[in-house]
């Protein structure tokens, strides 16, 4: 086997190909396995929500209720155009730059190091679990990471050869990556760093600036533009509540174990409601890989000294920038989930360690155990992230309102549950029309800080009774919140919730609610001139109290 790093847009070897082909397809085959078996959650409801902004050309508006970069929802509102918005076509996409990812890791571990290098790494990534759970979700995710692997590939070639044509491909790729997401600011800031301590000679160095400065440049304009939204956007304050009711997550020991193959799911991700990771197999898993880390920097340091910084830098310059930021300043950064983007560097550095130790014949043993360890805590959480229950509840709320709500009705919705159950509404034929309360986050629909909300109570309560007051349909259907999440969270929108089921009992509107329709937290409500016949339960029955749960 050959030990050196390939040059320079090196030429694949006889086979080489179809065995990446098949790898490539593999992956693939497992990302679409069960690929529509959930519903879609809040979040990907949201891209449903801004792709067709996006494709509609109204990036005003898009910018005005969600700043995030455009690139990903113009993607998937052509695909939407072309293939429609069912949950296949919606996530599709992701699948793809998912299976797309591993020919790319390949390339960059084969380039950088060695061919048997590149080989372990997209094995790895194959059935790397939260990668395969990235792959199957309609948000930008997959396609983020692809693009830094492509531009941490195309920024080696760069810097070995130093061609112009790639310091042009590794802008292009950099401007895309910081159109995905503002951690491509992040990106740029490794460029930048990587280009100082890496580049050969002056031309170099001042080429690979001008390629950070230029990509910079390239996306002032939109960052200007959305800056007086970003502390404002849904993103923000959910970041803010995640760590307020979670502090332990910003610890950095729990930032590097969840990006690790076998570590437990954050507590983002434990709506997926599966057995946690056995803690023996958990900790096996964590000490395996810091262990393999520390022995690809022994192993490769004094042969492949710039390769070995490049990644370096790529996996930990990205995610710790803004762990920093959370930590001294205010929260950005979801670990586990925003940065996602790193996986490809540490991937090709956990493959680097396994390689140089089964490259000797005395330690194959500790190679082969190291293996069996990734392997087990891969294959659980593969297990139950097949295994866990579907969620349905959006879907069937959908259905049970476009078969029981008339375009003389109307819905009213308490939270961002309004995004997934209007469009699962649309999606069975449903033509009743939505509306938020309050009725500032009408435009963004349902997602609202409610613990901001929770500052101006009088002001609620005088919205709740003008609405209530100026309404003129037959039937409300009232799509109310679960209560199920930590204390602060629940206990805000209970009470934002009162505001309005009070305000209609008030002025003589009646629960009329068949079984089905509280069991999916629908409250359907009369007028009081067709509320003679109706249910006159108290208001409270359909607004239980706050449950705690500790994650």
């Known amino acids: ?50 792709a067709r902004l996006t494709a509609a050309g109204r990036l005003a508006e898009q910018i005005a209720l969600e700043p995030t970069p455009p690139l990903y929802y113009g993607l998937v ?106 951690y491509g600011l992040f990106v740029v800031l490794m460029v930048a760093v990587a280009v100082l301590l890496l580049a050969r ?27 007086p939204h970003l502390r404002d956007s849904g993103a923000a304050w959910s970041i803010e509540t995640f760590y307020r009711d979670l502090p332990q997550e910003k610890r950095l020991g729990r930032v ?23 803690a023996p197999l958990r900790a096996a898993s964590l000490l395996v890989q810091v262990l393999l880390l520390a022995w690809a920097a022994k192993a490769r340091l004094a042969e492949h000294p710039r390769a070995l910084g490049l990644l370096l830098l790529a996996w930990l310059l990205p995610l710790l920038v803004p762990w920093a930021i959370t ?19 540490v991937t090709v550095l956990l493959a680097a360690g396994l390689d140089a130790l089964r490259s000797s014949r005395r330690q194959r043993w500790a190679a082969a155990l190291a293996a069996a360890v990734l392997i087990a805590g891969a294959g659980h959480r593969l297990y139950w992230m097949h295994r866990v229950p579907a969620a349905q509840g959006a879907r069937q709320a959908g259905a049970w309102i476009a078969a029981n709500a008339g375009s003389g009705d109307l819905v009213i919705a308490t939270g961002i549950r309004r995004l997934v159950t209007e469009r699962y509404t649309r999606l069975a034929g449903g033509e009743v029309p939505f509306e938020s309360f309050p009725k500032s986050t009408d435009d963004h629909p349902g997602w609202s800080d409610v613990m901001t909300l929770m500052e101006d109570q009088e002001g609620l309560h005088r919205e709740a009774r003008q609405r209530v007051a100026a309404l ?37 509107w ?42």
């Not at 080429?207 to 440049?217: D, F, P, S």
């Not at 174990?257 to 990771?277: F, I, N, S």
């Not at 001294?328 to 996986?343: A, E, K, M, N």
């Open 77 to 182: 509102g052509v695909v939407m155009r072309l293939f429609g918005d069912s949950d296949l076509v919606m996530r599709l996409p992701s699948a793809i730059f998912g299976a797309a990812t591993i020919p790319a890791v390949y390339l960059l571990g084969r380039d950088l190091l060695q061919r048997r290098v590149g080989w372990i790494a997209a094995v790895m990534l194959t059935v790397h679990p939260l990668h395969v759970f990235y792959s199957r979700e309609a948000r930008v995710y997959p396609l983020l990471l692809w693009l830094t692997v492509v531009l941490l590939w195309t920024l080696w070639q760069a810097l070995e050869v130093d061609r112009m044509r790639w310091w042009i491909a590794c802008g292009g790729v950099l401007i895309a990556i910081t159109y995905c997401h503002y």
């Open 327 to 345: 930590l001294t300043w205010r929260p950005i950064f979801h670990s586990g989930r925003h940065d996602v983007y790193t996986l490809g560097a």
């Open 256 to 278: 590097l174990e969840q990006q690790l193959v076998g570590a437990d799911y954050h507590a983002y991700l434990r709506h997926l409601d599966r057995p946690p990771t056995p």
């Open 510 to 551: 009646r629960a009329r609610t068949p079984p089905v329709a509280e069991e999916l937290r629908i409250a359907v409500y009369v007028p009081p001139e067709k509320a003679a016949g109706s249910r006159r339960g108290h208001p409270a029955e359909y607004l239980p109290g706050p449950r705690r749960e500790t994650p």
């Open 472 to 508: 003129a349909c037959e039937q409300v259907f009232l799509l109310l919140r679960t209560y199920r999440s930590t204390a602060d969270a629940v206990s805000a929108t209970w009470l934002v919730d009162r505001h309005l089921v009070e305000n209609l009992w008030a002025a003589g």
């Open 1 to 50: 086997m050959d030990e050196r790093p390939i040059a320079a847009g090196g030429a694949f070897r006889r086979g080489e190909l179809a065995a990446l082909a098949l790898l490539t397809a593999a992956a693939l085959a497992l990302r679409l396995v069960q690929l529509t078996r959930f519903e879609l959650f809040v979040d990907e409801a949201a891209t449903w929500w801004f």
């Open 201 to 227: 000679d002056r031309r170099a160095r001042w080429r690979g600036l001008a390629v950070a400065a230029v990509a910079g440049v390239a996306f002032s304009p939109y960052l200007a533009a959305t800056l």
